[in-house]
């Protein structure tokens, strides 16, 4: 297609970011509507801490031009241990991704953001801009905004993360699915002889998790995760007086991040949409299929659809042919994902002490040929 005519991004989370880039290459320009504002250090929210970024996504970034050399740092191992400490399984990431030829990251959300818009004409960003829904007609669709604005645009894409205010009219009334599992994040300086550099410590407890990483320049981003209803945040002691009896460092960067600085979360999913597509309207990234952290690939995803949705715009002549190419190449994919997460989910936070060992028990005598074969995939993104 030669023009898309007017494009607007409803968010400028992972999602929005990178379609507005690879929309940019491809010789597009759009306009992306985000409800926060910018911060100074050039970032709208903390939702999360920030990623493990695969290979496939990092190639994407890289081929876009986005310039990673001073954010994040290239994982090279993924320690799994349990509550306890002991080490039961060690993913070789650096190697898998070397073969598969771009490294995988560990990354800040909000310096990721900032090296993307870094790479997009300052006019694109349209901060503090809340979509409060959009209107189909018949040959253009009508954007609505918490302060009463409109605008009118050609192509609307709904980026704007789990609690998408597109979605509804594109897919009707989905209802989260809670997983079960509530939790903090944060970022720490912090240095522990026991989380070496470019390292990424999982650590599988009874009943919640936790992960810590090196993101460059003496800081770990970290998560934790608790079973319990979604209503009941914890106190700060409260947190850190259940982790009094787990692996040293998990306590240590809680403790050592500032208290206004912890992210408090409830992880939720939605469930298959009947569709991405209405009309000249489409749903990307968390807004399309939402999942859990717990198999790492949100943002994973969110990247790949950017590429997929560029690509198909470029190959194909009219917005509608496009639409429907992008939905039917990564529907089934992300819904496996999704599934993958809530079994990864049961897996790395059993409640039975008995089955927690026997899972300890069953990684650790596994052979490091599979371990490679799991960061193989994870680094491809099969
Ligand atoms: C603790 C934690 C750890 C995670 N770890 C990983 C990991 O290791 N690897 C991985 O791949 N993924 C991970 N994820 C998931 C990842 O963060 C998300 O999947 C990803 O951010 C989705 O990107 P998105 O752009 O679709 O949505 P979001 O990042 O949520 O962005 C949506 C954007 O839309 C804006 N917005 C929302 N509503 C409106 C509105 N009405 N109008 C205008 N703007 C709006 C928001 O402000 C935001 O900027 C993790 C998540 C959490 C919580």
Redesign the pocket.
Known sequence: MQNLGRVAI???????LTLALALKRAGFHCSI????RLTDEGS??K???G???WSYAIARLIEWGVDLRDVGIELEQTEIRNQNGELIALMPVGDASRKFGAPSYEIR?GDLLAAILAELPPETLKTD????GIREHADSVELQFASGKRVQADLVIG???????VRKQVAGDVPLRYSGYS?A?GVTRCTHPDLPPQTHVDVWGRGGKAGMADVGDGNIRW?LTWKGSAESPKSLDEILARLEKWYAPVHAVVSTTPKEEIIQ?SYYDIAPLREWVRGNSVL????AH??T?FA???????IEDAWELATAFAETRSVREALQKFENSRKKRTEEIVRHGRRMSRLTQLHSPIAAWLRDQAFSHMPEKEMEKVAVAMAAGE
Do not use: W
């Open positions: 409803v968010g400028g989370g992972v999602a929005g509507y985000e409800k926060h709208f929210q939702r999360a801490s990623f493990t970024l959300r801009h809340t979509c409060s980026a704007d993360g789990i609690h998408s205010a939790g994040s998560y979360h990307l990234g968390d807004a939402a999942t952290p790492a690939m949100g943002a994973n995803m969110a």
